[in-house]
C-alpha cells in the first residue's frame, strides 16, 4: 500500500542514510553502528520497492531441559559468568576480585589472568572414566542437563579416549563454523524447511538430535576450556595449579583447545587482547561475542568463590550488543509483581540477535527523558548481553511532525483502588500507591503457579484468568480446593484437561521451601536468594521468626532483602494469607540432618586459604551449625580459623588471647 506517510518516510530515509554513509565512507567519522546503519538501509530498500517498485542504485551503495532427552544430574554445578560491557566495566571488576584478594590477607599485586575466546556455541559437559568418554550433557539449568551423548560421539574432535587413563569432568562449547552453517542452510533451503536464524541455533539444535545420523551430517566441533574434576589414577599425572596449566593438560591428553587462549599479566593486557580480538573475530572460523577473563591461579579461584549466581573470579567480557533499527508503535506502563511501574516500548517487529523482537524496557521515566523518545520515533534498539532488548538512541531526523514527549500519568488503571501512582524517594521508579490492586493479585497468582515457584504444570496466566472471572479463585489456597466438576464446565474445557489440572495442583503442593518463598512474591527474595535463606534456616517456622539482622548476615543476602523477608513475615495480611495455604502444602525442607547446633552463639573469624574446602563453603557450614562469621577479630571473637598463609588477623587474634583453630581442629569442631 502506497501512502503519503511512505512516501513522506522514504524521502527522510534517503536523507538519513546519505548523511550517514557520508560520514561513515567519506570522514571516516560514523556516529551509528554499522549494524544500525544496515538496518536503515534494508528499511530504504524495503521501502523504494514498496513504493517506486524498484530499488535505486543510491540504495544499494555503502557498506528449557527437554523431555526427549535423559535428565542429567551434574557433579560440578555449571555457572555462567556475569557480563561486562566496557573497559570501566572490566577494570571496576578487577578491582572487586583485588579488594576481596586484600580482604582475605592476600597480596593483590601480581595477579595474572587468562583470556579466552567466549565462543556463540552450546556448552557441553564431557565426563571419561579411566580415560574412557562416559558422558556428554548440555549445560540445562546448570544442575541438570541433557544427556546427549549418543551424539556428542560424532564429533571428530572429541577423543573416545584420552591419552591418560585418568577420571576427568571437563567443559567446553560446541559450535559450528560459518561455512558449515551456510551449507546447512542452502540444504534446508532446498529443502523447504526453515532456516537456522544463526550458527549458534544451528549447533544446539544439532547437537540435541534423537537421531546422531542427523548430527555426523552436519560436522560441530568442540572446544574445551575448562576442568571441574581431575583424579590422576596413579597415572603420575599432576593436578593443575593454575587455568594456564588446565589449558595445557587438556591440550596433553587429546583434547581440543583453543589456540586463542592467551597469559596475560595485567588487566592492561586483557583489554588490549580484547580490542585486538575485536578487530580480528571476523577472521575466526567460529564465532565469538566476547572474551572470557579468569583469574589464572586456581586457589585464588578458590578463594575468590561464587556469588548466587556466578563466579567472582572471572568475566565475561562482552563485544558491543548487536543493534537494529524499528518504530516504537506504543508506550505502555508494566504493573509489576511488587507494584513497581516499568514503561515498555511497543515496536515494529524486529529481527535482532536471532529472534523477532516486539518489546522493548525504557527502565523508567528519567531514562525515557534523557533518550526523549516518543511514540512514532525511529529507534536503535540493542539486545544488551543478547537477552534483553532496550533502546540506544532515537534516529532524531526520522521523527514525524507533531510528536509529543512521554509523561507519567497521575493514575494506572492496573494499579486498582483509585489508580493513584508515586515515585520512590530517590529513585527512578514509580509504583503503585495501592499495594494490593487486581492487577498485582494477578500477576502474583501468575507467578505462584509458574515454573519458577510452585510448577503446576499446565496452569499459566490464561487458566488463572480464566479461573479468576468465573468465581473459582480468589487466592493461593484456593487453587487447592477445585475439582474437576469446578472445572469441567469452563470454556474449552473437557473432563481430561480438568482431570489434568486437578492433578497438577495436587502434585505441586509437595514444595521444597525454596520454591515456596518464590511464590509468595517477597519483594527483592529471587530464586538464588530463597535458596540461600531456606538453606540457613531450614524450616519456615525458622525464618518467620528471624530477625533482620539474623537474615542480613548469611552470605549472599543482605540488608534489602531481609528487611524485605521480615517485614512481609509480619505483616497480618501475609499471615493470613499463609493460614490459609499452609494446610494444603507439605513443604520440603533442605536435608539439614548432618548438621548439629554445636556452634551455636559462637563467632569465627576465617583468614589464610583452606585446603578442604572454599572460605565460602566453610561459612556456611559454620552458619547451618548456628555460628556467625565476621571479617575482623575482637575480644568477642570465639575463634580465629587459620589456613595457608595467614594475614594479621592471626596475629590480632594472638594478641588479643583469641583461641586459634588449624584447618584440621577446625574440621573436628564440625
Not at 487 to 510: C, I, T, Y
Request: overall charge negative; some cysteine.
Amino acid at each position: 500500500m502506497n501512502t503519503k506517510k511512505d512516501r513522506q518516510r522514504l524521502v527522510q530515509l534517503r536523507e538519513v542514510v546519505a548523511y550517514h554513509r557520508k560520514r561513515y565512507h567519506e570522514e571516516d567519522s560514523p556516529e551509528i553502528s554499522d549494524e544500525a546503519y544496515d538496518a536503515l538501509l534494508v528499511e530504504l530498500q524495503n521501502l523504494e520497492l514498496q513504493v517506486e517498485g524498484k530499488v535505486s542504485e543510491s540504495a544499494t551503495i555503502g557498506g528449557e531441559v527437554s523431555e526427549a532427552f535423559s535428565k542429567v544430574k551434574h557433579a560440578v554445578k555449571q555457572w555462567s559468568f556475569d557480563n561486562v560491557f566496557t573497559e570501566d566495566e572490566l577494570r571496576d571488576w578487577d578491582k572487586r576480585v583485588k579488594k576481596i584478594i586484600l580482604d582475605s590477607d592476600k597480596s593483590p599485586d601480581n595477579i595474572s589472568y587468562v583470556a579466552e575466546h567466549k565462543i556463540d556455541g552450546l556448552k557441553l559437559v564431557v565426563e571419561y572414566k579411566q580415560g574412557k568418554l562416559f558422558r556428554a550433557s548440555t549445560r540445562g539449568d546448570g544442575v541438570t542437563g541433557e544427556n546427549v551423548t549418543h551424539t556428542a560421539k560424532t564429533i571428530s574432535s572429541l577423543p573416545k579416549i584420552l591419552r591418560k587413563p585418568i577420571d576427568l569432568l571437563c567443559v567446553g562449547e560446541v559450535w559450528l563454523g560459518e561455512e558449515e552453517f551456510e551449507r546447512i542452510n542452502k540444504d534446508r533451503r532446498q529443502a523447504g524447511e526453515d532456516l537456522f536464524a544463526n550458527p549458534r541455533n544451528a549447533a544446539a539444535g544439532s547437537l540435541r538430535q534423537l537421531d546422531p545420523s542427523v548430527t555426523e551430517g552436519r560436522n560441530l566441533s568442540l572446544t574445551v576450556y575448562d576442568i571441574d574434576f581431575f583424579n590422576a589414577n596413579k597415572t603420575g599425572v599432576r593436578t593443575p595449579e593454575s587455568q594456564w596449566e588446565e589449558l595445557s593438560l587438556l591440550r596433553e591428553l587429546g583434547l581440543p583447545v583453543s589456540d586463542g587462549s592467551i597469559f596475560c599479566q595485567s588487566i592492561d593486557d586483557v583489554q588490549n587482547y580484547y580490542e585486538k580480538l575485536l578487530k580480528e573475530r571476523e577472521k575466526l572460523t567460529h564465532g565469538i561475542d566476547g572474551v572470557v577473563v579468569k583469574v589464572d591461579d586456581v586457589d585464588l579461584q578458590r578463594l575468590l568463590g561464587y556469588t548466587a549466581k556466578a563466579p567472582r573470579f572471572g568475566v565475561a567480557y562482552k563485544f558491543p550488543a548487536e543493534e537494529a533499527t524499528t518504530v516504537v508503535e506504543n508506550i505502555a506502563l508494566q504493573v509489576g509483581r511488587t507494584g513497581a511501574i516499568t514503561p515498555v516500548a511497543h515496536l515494529r517487529p524486529v529481527l535482532i540477535a536471532g529472534s523477532t523482537v516486539s518489546r522493548a524496557t525504557l527502565h523508567n521515566e528519567d531514562n525515557i527523558n534523557k533518550l526523549d523518545v516518543r511514540v512514532g520515533d525511529t529507534v536503535i534498539l540493542r539486545k544488551a548481553g543478547d537477552i534483553i532488548p532496550e533502546i540506544l538512541s532515537v534516529v532524531m531526523p526520522l521523527r514525524p511532525r507533531g510528536t509529543k514527549p512521554f509523561r507519567f500519568p497521575a493514575k494506572v488503571l492496573e494499579c486498582g483502588g483509585d489508580g493513584r501512582i508515586e515515585r520512590i524517594p530517590g529513585e527512578a521508579v514509580y509504583r503503585c500507591v495501592a499495594k494490593d490492586s487486581g492487577a498485582l493479585h494477578r500477576q502474583r497468582l501468575y507467578y505462584f503457579a509458574s515454573k519458577k515457584a510452585l510448577n503446576i504444570d499446565g496452569v499459566g496466566p490464561k487458566l488463572i484468568d480464566l479461573f479468576l472471572e468465573y468465581g473459582l479463585i480468589s487466592g493461593y489456597a484456593d487453587l487447592f480446593t477445585l475439582t474437576e466438576g469446578d472445572l469441567r464446565d469452563l470454556p474449552g474445557f473437557q473432563e481430561k484437561a480438568a482431570r489434568n489440572v486437578v492433578s497438577a495442583v495436587a502434585s505441586a503442593s509437595l514444595v521444597p521451601l525454596d520454591r515456596l518463598l518464590v511464590g509468595l512474591s517477597i519483594e527483592n527474595v529471587g530464586e538464588e536468594t530463597a535458596r540461600l535463606i531456606a538453606e540457613a534456616f531450614g524450616s519456615l517456622e525458622a525464618i518467620k521468626e528471624a530477625t533482620e539482622e539474623e537474615v542480613a548476615s548469611l552470605y549472599g543476602v543482605g540488608e534489602t532483602v531481609a528487611k524485605s523477608l521480615v517485614t512481609w513475615f509480619r505483616d497480618k495480611d501475609h499471615q493470613k494469607i499463609l493460614s490459609e495455604l499452609l494446610p494444603h502444602l507439605t513443604i520440603q525442607n533442605p536435608d539439614l540432618s548432618s548438621h548439629s547446633n554445636t556452634l551455636k552463639d559462637k563467632t569465627f573469624v576465617l583468614t589464610g586459604t583452606l585446603e578442604s574446602m572454599t572460605r565460602d563453603e566453610a561459612k556456611n557450614k559454620i552458619r547451618q551449625q548456628g555460628g556467625k562469621v565476621t571479617s575482623s577479630v575482637s575480644k568477642k571473637t570465639d575463634y580465629v580459623v587459620v589456613g595457608a598463609e595467614p594475614g594479621s588477623k592471626a596475629e590480632e587474634a594472638r594478641r588479643l588471647g583469641v583461641k586459634i583453630l588449624s584447618e584440621t581442629e577446625f574440621m573436628n569442631l564440625l
